[in-house]
């Protein structure tokens, strides 16, 4: 055991488990491993023979266990045991002693009065010696068996004395390696921080740079560390051709910030306090749990509800406005794929938690007069919980989802899972987009500095021509040489031919070369055939916008975020504005702002248990009970993808106008 290398696994002690038809993942303790095969045939025979390993280990630990060949524990735990076994021999010696002297006197006292029973004395008096004479015999009997116990517990210290040894060293040996090797995370943290610091500026892609169409699933139950044999084999290559010869579609590089707002709008919020608290306190006692039915202080917030960080998918609305101006669909594909990985661009540095939205609770965002929208969001439900959100542009689009958030504490990081399709549709054309969120993940939940990662596929399908777009997001990977936060993907037409090759970071930019030409490359390892793609080159179609000033101070928060929250007249008492414990956190009144969480959350509870009770009493009197109903939205069978979907039913906005919010629950 203390002979074994860093890195290695007790088989005798270690889980084997299969995540799916490649992988393998070995546990011991607080040591995981995750092994990839090349196919399932192989991933069956690594599965045996480590089975028949551990079947082996098992007996020899047994049998080492039981040996007296065990490793010698320190000098100073050999003395202290042997100071203890001869404390305990020297108190035997007494306690033996003490026998042959009770032995003695004892036999001494039966001989004195088998003579005094032997005398002529009278009956009472011969009765009274004869019990004395019993009564010291039971002692002597005690007292031999009490000397025979304990020499039997000195036998059997003595016995398990090397067993007591090894249990206290292997508990000292997982200590060291605890200690190890959350010291080694520490270091590989601060070297990748100064590394990251001290390193050049990285294209987000470049000439013969070798992507990935289609790669394979994440999982979000994997562990933050890969160790792979061999990098995965690349499905396509891109090469650019000379641009002299083809002609290339131009595009709008004006953006929505070239117009000015025709209301001002505030640039900063009260900086975030400096509260500490200590996160594993809270956190060790959530793992496996879902998050949103955690209590959890304000501590982990920002001063953003969820139906807010939903709207803020709107920061790049104008990238939307240029795809109803496109001619082909693949083009216009394009652009919403590129809207697609933009929504993600603000995730980067927000590793805080926005506020769970209380039940009925809305958000409106009204830019019509300045970038030609107006967005809606409402709680349609609380466990699971789920938001409903539906977005009007009067510059040709509407977009629609009711997105549930999953999520769960896996002790070394956090998965968050978003569930539900988002739906596009642009006025003229009739062109129906559909597509879905990957899995964000924030790592170093116990150790080091917090960052977000997002990983997985994202299928984009226009359901009028059939036009699809498979966008890879590759999860970070300490061992990888490619560019970190990487997206890239592949625009074809309903006959499966390419277009557009896609590439970029979700953080920083996303850009699109056009195909001019498709021919079969050399055959991977695998057996997969690569196809290399002469292409024009790329032209820039998304690029985040700059952080505004002293944006680490407050949330790092972009330009609409900080707007989100800015107080508004008009709007409805349900509106996220109107959260109080939201409003007491961006004020920087942190204590505040738990205690009237709490007074909210438990207003919420009774609320609920008065709904049950009403579908209780419902169900005795046979009665049916519909549950809590949106105000706002209504649910109906989607006609594209066949779900039932919460969709907007109209009547907020000439609500609005009216000031008639009389239907509004209170829930503040």
Excluded at 291 to 310: A, D, T
Excluded at 504 to 533: A, N, P
Excluded at 579 to 601: F, I, Y
């Amino acid at each position: 055991m203390a002979h074994t290398c860093r890195g290695t696994i007790n088989l005798s002690t270690a889980h084997i488990d299969t995540e799916d038809s490649c992988n393998i993942v070995l546990s011991n303790g607080g040591r995981t491993y995750h092994l990839k095969a090349n196919s399932e045939v192989e991933r069956q025979r690594w599965v045996t023979a480590l089975e028949l390993a551990k079947a082996k280990a098992i007996p020899r630990s047994l049998c080492e266990n039981d040996s007296g060949d065990e490793e010698p524990a320190s000098q100073s735990d050999k003395s202290e045991l042997h100071s203890t076994l001869k404390t305990l021999s020297s108190k035997l010696e007494d306690l033996s002693t003490c026998n042959d002297l009770i032995a003695k006197h004892g036999a001494a006292l039966q001989r004195s009065l088998s003579e005094l029973e032997n005398l002529k004395l009278p009956a009472e008096s011969g009765e009274k010696i004869k019990a004395v004479n019993e009564r010291a015999t039971l002692f002597r009997i005690t007292s031999n068996a009490m000397i025979n116990a304990c020499r039997d517990f000195l036998d059997l210290a003595e016995t398990h004395s090397r067993k007591w040894q090894r249990a206290l060293q292997y508990e000292r040996e997982q200590r060291i390696r605890l200690e190890e090797t959350i010291e080694q995370l520490a270091k590989q943290h601060n070297s990748l921080e100064r590394a990251c610091r001290g390193a050049p500026g990285l294209s987000a892609s470049s000439t013969g740079s070798v992507q990935s169409a289609k790669g394979e699933a994440s999982d979000e139950d994997e562990e933050t560390e890969y160790f792979d044999a061999m990098e995965d084999a690349p499905a396509f290559i891109t090469v650019t051709a000379d641009p002299k010869h083809h002609r290339y579609d131009s595009y709008n590089e004006s953006t929505c910030k070239d117009l000015l707002p025709k209301k001002r709008r505030r640039t900063r919020i009260p900086d975030k306090p400096n509260y500490s608290l200590n996160l594993w306190s809270i956190m060790k006692n959530c793992i496996g749990k879902e998050l949103s039915k955690i209590p959890m202080p304000v501590n982990f917030n920002e001063p953003l509800s969820m139906l807010q960080r939903l709207t803020e998918d709107l920061e790049y609305h104008e990238l939307l406005d240029k795809a109803v101006k496109c001619e082909s669909s693949t083009e216009q594909m394009c652009f919403v794929a590129a809207f697609s990985v933009s929504s993600y661009s603000t995730t980067v540095h927000r590793t805080a938690k926005p506020f769970n939205p209380l039940l009925g609770e809305t958000y409106e965002l009204d830019r019509l007069e300045e970038f030609g929208f107006r967005s809606l969001c409402e709680q349609v439900s609380h466990h699971p919980p789920a938001a409903a959100h539906h977005v009007y542009s009067k510059r040709g689009w509407t977009l629609w989802q009711e997105i549930t958030i999953a999520s769960k504490f896996r002790g070394k990081y956090l998965s968050i899972m978003p569930l539900g399709a988002i739906h596009l549709e642009f006025h003229s054309s009739g062109n129906h987009y559909v597509w879905r969120k990957v899995t964000s993940t924030v790592h170093n939940i116990i150790v080091g500095k917090l960052w977000i990662d997002q990983s997985g596929e994202i299928e984009i399908v226009n359901h009028k021509s059939k036009d699809k777009c498979q966008l890879k997001f590759t999860p970070y990977s300490y061992f990888s040489r490619d560019v970190p936060r990487k997206v890239t993907g592949v625009v074809s037409d309903a006959a499966g031919k390419a277009h557009y090759v896609m590439s970029g970071t979700w953080d920083e930019k996303m850009e699109c070369s056009k195909i001019v030409q498709s021919s079969h490359g050399s055959t991977s390892t695998e057996g997969k055939q690569k196809t290399v793609y002469q292409t024009l080159s790329p032209k820039v179609l998304w690029k985040k916008y700059p952080l505004p000033e002293n944006a680490e101070n407050m949330y790092f928060f972009s330009d609409l975020a900080l707007t989100l929250n800015e107080p508004e007249e008009r709007v409805a008492p349900t509106d996220s504005r109107l959260r109080p414990d939201q409003r007491l956190m961006e004020s920087g009144r942190w204590d505040e702002a738990n205690v009237e969480k709490q007074r909210l959350e438990e207003k919420q509870r009774a609320v609920r248990r008065r709904r049950e009770a009403e579908a209780v009493e419902a169900l005795e009197e046979g009665k049916d009970y519909e549950g809590y109903i949106p105000l706002w939205f209504e649910r109906k069978v989607d006609a594209v993808t066949g779900e039932l979907i919460c969709v907007y039913k109209g009547g907020y906005w000439e609500a609005k106008d009216k000031q008639d919010w009389s239907t509004c629950p209170d829930i503040f």
